[in-house]
């Protein structure tokens, strides 16, 4: 049985030429999911637990057309929200939640979205994950939503080990220049979706791949 070697963290200047790659390769990173403004981004985030943006994507189309504020949600109602949204994973429980989140930004914040993240997280359905996601990107605070793809990431080139996910959020925004930090959380989701697979990563063409520190790096195939 061969044991996998483990990854050494990465330096500092290490960290800033991985990230000065990804930068290069994409100036200006944005999420992939779709979205007209921070209650439409804060529901795509929420339904896209356990589901790809690609399949939130389809699935709001619809849903944003008839439904693009909290108060013409809370009037879709449950059922209207899970016909639009039967097509990804959990859509019971998210279309539970999202008319309940909708329901609270009208009663609590006068059906605005919060830039708060307790606030965010005191919605149903919003964790921290998606706290941050929408303080990222609908209101450009520089935080670090740790998904699979950054959590791997995270471990496999030693930009910030850790065992769980807040670990690795926490080593992130310690390690990552500050500068940088906002639109690390793109380039990284997107460099874990496309290069950095779960299953193999086609280390062949990571332009970044010298400053990588995984010690298994894949060859062509």
């Known amino acids: 049985m ?7 963290p990465m330096t500092r200047d290490q960290i800033r030429g991985f990230l000065t790659v990804l930068r290069a390769e994409n100036p200006a990173p944005e999420t992939e999911l779709r979205f007209h403004d921070p209650f439409t981004l804060l529901v795509a985030v ?31 109602g449950v059922d209207g929200v899970a016909a639009h949204i039967r097509t990804i994973g959990l859509w ?15 009663d609590l914040h006068g059906g605005q979205v919060p830039h708060d993240r307790a606030a965010l997280e005191a919605l149903p359905g919003v964790g921290r994950k998606t706290a941050n996601v929408v303080l990222n990107v609908a209101f450009g605070e520089a935080t670090m939503a740790v998904d699979t793809h950054i959590f791997r990431l995270g471990n496999r080139t030693g930009i910030a080990p ?31 979706r496309y290069v950095c697979k779960a299953r193999r990563p086609e280390c062949w063409r990571c332009l970044a791949a ?8 894949e060859a062509a195939p």
């Not at 061969?2 to 050494?8: L, P, W």
């Not at 019971?92 to 009208?106: D, E, I, T």
């Not at 996910?165 to 874990?192: C, F, S, T, Y």
């Not at 010298?210 to 790096?217: A, G």
């Open 2 to 8: 061969v044991t996998a070697r483990k990854t050494k």
């Open 46 to 76: 929420a339904l896209s637990a356990q589901a790809t943006d690609v399949s939130v994507n389809k699935a709001t189309v619809g849903l944003f057309a008839d439904a693009p504020d909290p108060a013409s949600m809370v009037a879709l």
């Open 92 to 106: 019971q429980g998210k279309a539970r939640n999202v008319v309940a989140l909708s329901q609270q930004l009208l």
């Open 162 to 192: 850790g065992a769980n996910e807040r670990q690795v959020e926490d080593g992130l925004v310690k390690r990552i220049p500050p500068e940088m930090l906002r639109d690390a959380h793109n380039w990284l989701i997107l460099h874990g």
């Open 210 to 217: 010298e400053f990588c520190r995984y010690p298994d790096k």
